[in-house]
């Protein structure tokens, strides 16, 4: 069974570029989660979706963060303008129980 | 407010000693427990659960409520248990994951 994937792997973007991240979910999995890692810090939940609908995204940090998931099946986080402290690693997460099935993350670099 | 505290930010010990990392929450209900692990290179896997009570590559860990404590503990530590371990907090199922800052664990021959 493939596992969560997630496009691209490492981005480098210069601050007010816009980047756009991709998860794709474990087939079948209704619960989709974005978190991620800013530099010494702990892994910080995002938003978390079931099938297309937003469930919880209290952890949005501002308005400069979309996150979509058309249809139910992959999602996108789109940082638009990047500033310096969005940098760090994004980790997005898939579910059907409890367990949440972690993706290998992306990297973003903002300069 | 959920809240997930890992004292250690480095924890190192020989080939076969105990090892134990130190896991303190702060939940108003009942939780549910993680520990997650992060091998070299590779993603985050789910290690253990509390609710399923069972041990993984040896590591076990108790939900202590009175101390609101998860820590996780292995009796002799092997070199391919280094690894960055982090604990992580659940409110309600299905729900997001509040996590720890993550003990860096080193194995020494």
């Known amino acids: 069974e493939a596992g969560v994937t997630q496009f691209p792997s490492h981005s480098v973007i210069e601050k007010g570029q816009t980047v756009t991240l991709r998860c794709d979910p474990i087939?079948?999995?209704?619960?989709l989660y974005w978190y991620r890692r800013v530099m010494g810090k702990e892994i910080k939940f995002l938003l978390h979706f079931v099938k297309e609908s937003k469930q919880d995204e209290s952890g949005m940090p501002n308005n400069r963060f979309l996150a979509e998931r058309t249809g139910g099946t992959y999602s996108t986080l789109k940082v638009q303008p990047a500033e310096l402290e969005d940098s760090g690693v994004y980790f997005c997460?898939?579910?059907?129980?409890?367990?949440?099935?972690f993706g290998p993350g992306t990297r973003l670099t903002v300069l | 407010a959920q809240r997930v505290t890992q004292p250690e930010k480095l924890l190192s010990v020989f080939k076969g000693a105990p090892v134990e990392l130190k896991c303190n929450y702060s939940?108003?209900?009942?939780?549910?427990l993680f520990w997650y692990v992060q091998y070299s290179r590779q993603r985050l896997q789910l290690l253990l659960r509390h609710i399923s009570r069972e041990s993984i590559k040896g590591f076990t860990a108790d939900l202590n409520k009175g101390e609101t404590s998860f820590h996780l503990k292995k009796p002799f530590a092997q070199e391919e248990d280094s690894a960055m371990y982090y604990c992580?907090?659940?409110?309600?199922?299905?729900?997001?994951?509040?996590f720890g800052q993550g003990t860096i664990l080193t194995v020494h021959p």
């Open positions: 992580a907090l659940s409110g309600t199922s299905y729900g997001k994951l509040t």
């Open positions: 939940y108003s209900g009942s939780p549910e």
């Open positions: 997460a898939s579910s059907q129980t409890n367990t949440q099935y």
């Open positions: 087939s079948g999995h209704d619960n």
